[in-house]
């Protein structure tokens, strides 16, 4: 007899719920549909469903994106990078708390070195026909962040090698839900020919047909919902193999028009502007964005990010900022328009010369008109880079009013997203602290704060 399976996967949806009503659709008919032929499927999400950068995800933490794949019926979930370093420690341990899915992540333990209540390093899916099916995931490794953040990552492929050993004798088929990218995708099938799927995700790679690598099939969904992976594998219940496996990806823009589309997106910008509009500090002035200029915005968190980061100096682009800072009453909702980036502050130490060399890589004309996306970034350009307290006049390195000899120690104050070497390679090799959880746009509210508190 022959047995058909049916997954359906999503993967780096980044609270981009436009496509949501239909994704919902789609996958809670079909698998009443599969149910009543039947045969068995399972839902997936393969990481970064939330991004905080939504107002929705920001009010609720992430909580409202559990419930929603709790509507949806998922079977089971693991995390990628935004649900794993963007939260605090206390924050993603409550993550889950409601889930009504399995949770499942091989590579990450608590800073005990114990593996965390809310979550399985595998699991076992079984069909209406008995068969047993291998689950095991991995989340790519940013080990030091997570250490930081109270976490420990573990190497991916060593974890992975355990869990096959543990599930290939208690198992018909093995999957592996991957947060890790398409190269290190294809370099797992290469090593790990137990494994049947791979559902990738992480580097927003399209598989429209699946990619077979050694003996796996790598299926992926792209970004943001606009596709939803279908992989379909047909088990042979006597000899225990499968005889072929299918993957396709369905295009949300083609499906059909759910009711209330938009009432819906309004119904999640409505709830979690109300849980942010609770007040963060009172602005004594107004002050105005500026994408190609310095401006009393750009000095205002100028002086925030020293300050909280207890340096002379700062760097980062203008287009942070995406609203003006309003004179009067600032709620939390407020600051989150203005930065919803989910960027945390760094600081990096160089000497003057190496400093020196930053300020005319600053100068690069193409960067302000620069449409940026990923690294953390949510807005539309680049923006002017902004050298706060520091400049280079004669030839000679001024800090913060101050001469700095060439071979002078510095702590600059910057954001994380430059220190991945695109715009100033130096940085990701240069010593650097990074702040956690803090988001720069917490920066912006403590000194609010400390503003107001020093003026009462």
């Known amino acids: 007899m022959i047995e058909t399976i049916h ?45 905080r950068s939504h107002v929705f995800t920001e009010g609720t933490l992430g909580k409202g994106n559990v419930e929603l794949l709790n509507k949806a019926f998922y079977d089971v979930a693991t995390i ?58 991995l989340t790519a490794e940013y080990t030091q962040i997570y250490k930081q953040l109270g976490w420990q990552v573990t190497d991916a492929f060593l974890t992975l090698k355990a869990h096959i050993d543990h599930l290939k004798d208690e198992t018909d088929i093995i999957i592996c839900m991957s947060h890790l990218g398409i190269q290190v995708d294809e370099e797992m099938a290469d090593q790990f020919p137990e494994i049947d799927v791979i559902f990738g995700a992480h580097t927003h790679h399209i598989l ?53 589309e938009e009432e819906f997106l309004n119904v999640l910008v409505k709830k979690g502007k109300d849980l942010l509009s ?5 602005q004594s002035e107004h002050l105005q964005k500026e994408w190609f200029k310095d401006s009393a915005l750009s000095s205002y ?12 100096c700062a760097l980062f ?14 709620s939390h909702f407020d600051i989150h328009q203005l930065m919803p980036h989910p960027i945390n502050p760094c600081v990096i130490e160089l000497t003057g010369e190496e400093l020196k060399e930053i300020y005319q890589l600053s100068l690069n004309e193409s960067w302000p008109n620069l449409e940026l996306k990923g690294l953390g970034f949510r807005g539309v350009v680049m923006g002017k880079m ?12 001024i800090v913060h009013g101050r001469y700095i000899n060439p071979t002078d120690r510095v702590r600059l104050a910057t954001l994380d997203m430059f220190t991945f070497g695109y715009f100033f390679p130096a940085f990701k090799v240069l010593p650097k602290t990074y702040y956690m959880p803090e988001f720069i746009r917490d920066v912006l509210i403590a000194y609010g704060q400390n503003n107001n508190n020093r003026n009462n």
Not at 37 to 51: A, Q, R
Not at 90 to 114: H, I, K, R, S
Not at 278 to 282: C, K, Q
Not at 317 to 328: Q, V
């Open 7 to 51: 997954f359906y996967h999503t993967n780096d949806l980044h609270s981009h719920f436009q496509h949501w009503p239909r994704i919902h659709e789609l996958v809670t008919t079909r698998k009443k549909w599969h149910l009543e032929e039947g045969e068995s499927s399972f839902t997936l999400d393969i990481g970064d469903h939330i991004d």
């Open 80 to 137: 990628g990078n935004n649900e794993g370093i963007t939260l605090a420690y206390n924050e993603l341990e409550n993550l889950y708390q409601d889930a009504q899915f399995q949770v499942v992540v091989g590579n990450l333990l608590n800073q005990n070195g114990d593996v965390p209540t809310w979550l399985l390093p595998t699991t076992i899916l079984t069909t209406i026909h008995g068969t047993k099916i291998g689950v095991t995931a």
């Open 208 to 260: 429209h047909e699946g990619k077979l690598v050694n003996r796996s099939l790598l299926a992926a969904a792209g970004k943001f919902g606009y596709y939803v992976g279908h992989v379909t594998l047909n088990f042979d219940l006597e000899k225990k193999v499968i005889l072929n496996r299918h993957a396709v990806l369905y295009d949300t823009n083609e499906l059909k028009e759910s009711p209330n």
């Open 278 to 282: 609770v007040p963060a500090f009172t």
């Open 301 to 312: 968190f100028g002086e925030a990010l020293t300050a909280f980061c207890n340096t002379e």
């Open 317 to 330: 682009n203008a287009g942070l900022f995406l609203t003006d800072l309003h004179k009067g009453e600032v």
């Open 386 to 397: 902004i050298t706060h307290h520091f400049k280079v006049v004669d030839e000679s390195l």
